[in-house]
Structures are given as structure tokens and as C-alpha cells.
């Protein structure tokens, strides 16, 4: 059974960084693409960034492009969202999510971690 | 970016009626690749994250009930609940996996009514 347990969620001042981190087991973690979604509190989903089975590819959406830095080490299973210079905007539930082989279509999440900039 | 608008915002429907929820694109889902249409649907659960009921368009993930069905394509998609259940409250969202940016439609709250 797929399970990817997150943490490093907080309340953080505007302008400073956090850094997520997500745990994958029950998958081959280096076949597997992973992504980062967020919700704000009583808002929709927002896609925030990717990053490819073998780390060489990264996406992110532009909201946050050039502030978040995606990574991923193949060695721990894990997954990394590095978050610098942010805004309260960025104020969301943070989940990081595997899609299907092939296509973007997220089967499995995290539990979610709160960031609150403020 | 494709802009996905789902309609209505939120709905209240009784027990066992029909619910209906529409998402339409700014542009055509249409995989030339394969004739299917990239659009899943989810549902959300208060607390919970998203959870996949119906992908390209119109198949039923596996365990998700019979009462859930997709229709439409290239830019006009439903997600209808035959006989809605105290269980089917929360949240749905549409989502396209056709090209990045991946995303989301603004989502749909169902209550009974």
C-alpha cells in the first residue's frame, strides 16, 4: 500500500523560507514522478510544482516559479518542496501527490501540512 | 493555460435524487493519441485529500459506486451522481492532464438538501 507521509509545515513570517519534506513507501520511488498541490483555507486545488522520476525534469507553476524549488532524493525516498521568500498568499494545505504511470492524474497523496505565513 | 470553470459553485439535492455538476475547458481535452479525453474527476472529503472517481472523461476508477458516471468531451464535461447518499457530501473537482500547467476547476460543494 502506497503511503507518502509529509511534515515540515509551520507558521512562518513573510519574506522567510520552510522546507517540506515527504516520505514515500509502497511505490517504486524512482520510477515515479511526484508533484506538489496546495489549497488555501476554504479555496480549490492549485498544482505548484513537479519534478520527474529522475529528478532532471522540473515544472513549476508560475505563482511560484524562481521562490520554490523542487527535489527529490532517490537514495531516502523522498521528496523536498524548498520554499524561500514567502508570501501570505502562500498561506495553503501543501500536499505532495504521485500520479499514475503516464499521465497526471494524482492517486496517491499525502495526509496535507499546513504552512501559514504570517 | 487551460482554464477549467465548473458550474454550479454548490448544490443541495435530496436523497436519492439526481446531482449533476459541469466542467467546462477554455480548450479541447481531445487526446488525438488515443480519442480520449484528458479530464479526472475527484472528490474531497472534509480533512481528507482528494480522492479519483472518474478518469479520461468517463471511466470509473475501481470501488468507486456505480452511481458515479462522467460524460462529454472536448471542452464540455458532467460528473452526475444518480441517487445521491448522505456519504457523496463534499467537494468535486475537475482537473486536466492534457498539458502543464496542471489544472484544477474551482470545485463544486454538494449537500443534501
Same mark, same amino acid.
Not at chain 1, 511505490?27 to 511526484?34: C, E, G, Q, R, V
Not at chain 2, 456519504?87 to 438538501?113: A, H, M, N
Given at each position: 500500500?502506497?503511503? *507518502? ?8 513570517? =513573510?519574506?522567510?523560507?520552510? +522546507? ?6 509502497? *511505490?517504486? /520511488?524512482? %520510477? ?8 488555501? =483555507? ?19 507553476? =508560475? ?8 527535489? +527529490?532524493?532517490?537514495? +531516502?525516498?523522498?521528496? /523536498? ?8 498568499? %502562500? ?7 504521485? =500520479?499514475? *504511470? /503516464? /499521465?497526471?492524474?494524482? %492517486? ?5 501540512? *499546513?504552512?501559514?505565513?504570517? | 493555460?487551460? &482554464?477549467?470553470?465548473?458550474? !454550479?459553485? $454548490? ?5 436519492? @435524487? ?30 481528507? !485529500?482528494?480522492? &479519483?472517481?472518474?478518469?479520461? #472523461? $468517463?471511466?470509473? @476508477?475501481?470501488? &468507486? !459506486? ?16 444518480? $441517487?445521491?447518499? #448522505? @456519504? ?22 454538494? @449537500?443534501?438538501?
Amino acid at each position: 500500500q502506497v503511503a *507518502l507521509v509529509q511534515s515540515g509545515g509551520g507558521v512562518v513570517q =513573510p519574506g522567510k523560507s520552510l +522546507r517540506l519534506s515527504c516520505a514515500a513507501s509502497g *511505490l517504486t /520511488f524512482s %520510477d515515479s514522478a511526484f508533484y506538489w498541490v496546495r489549497q488555501a =483555507p476554504g479555496k480549490g486545488l492549485e498544482w505548484v510544482a513537479m519534478i520527474s522520476y529522475d529528478g532532471h525534469k522540473k515544472d513549476y507553476a =508560475p505563482s511560484v516559479k524562481g521562490r520554490f524549488t523542487i527535489s +527529490r532524493d532517490n537514495s +531516502r525516498n523522498m521528496v /523536498f518542496l524548498q520554499m524561500d521568500s514567502l508570501r501570505v498568499e %502562500d498561506t495553503a494545505v501543501y500536499y505532495c501527490a504521485a =500520479p499514475r *504511470l /503516464f /499521465f497526471v492524474v494524482f %492517486d496517491h497523496w499525502g495526509q496535507g501540512d *499546513l504552512v501559514a505565513v504570517s | 493555460d487551460i &482554464v477549467l470553470t465548473q458550474s !454550479p459553485d $454548490s448544490l443541495a439535492v435530496s436523497l436519492g @435524487e439526481r446531482a449533476t455538476i459541469r466542467c467546462k475547458s477554455s480548450q479541447s481535452l481531445l487526446d488525438n493519441s488515443n480519442n480520449k479525453d484528458s479530464l479526472v474527476w475527484y472528490q474531497q472529503k472534509p480533512g481528507q !485529500p482528494p480522492k &479519483v472517481l472518474i478518469y479520461w #472523461a $468517463s471511466i470509473r @476508477e475501481s470501488g &468507486v !459506486p456505480g452511481r458515479f458516471s462522467g460524460d462529454g468531451s472536448g471542452t464540455d464535461f458532467t460528473l452526475t451522481i444518480s $441517487s445521491l447518499q #448522505a @456519504e457523496d457530501v463534499g467537494l468535486y473537482y475537475c482537473q486536466q492532464y492534457d498539458r502543464s500547467p496542471w489544472t484544477f476547476g474551482q470545485g463544486t460543494k454538494v @449537500e443534501i438538501k
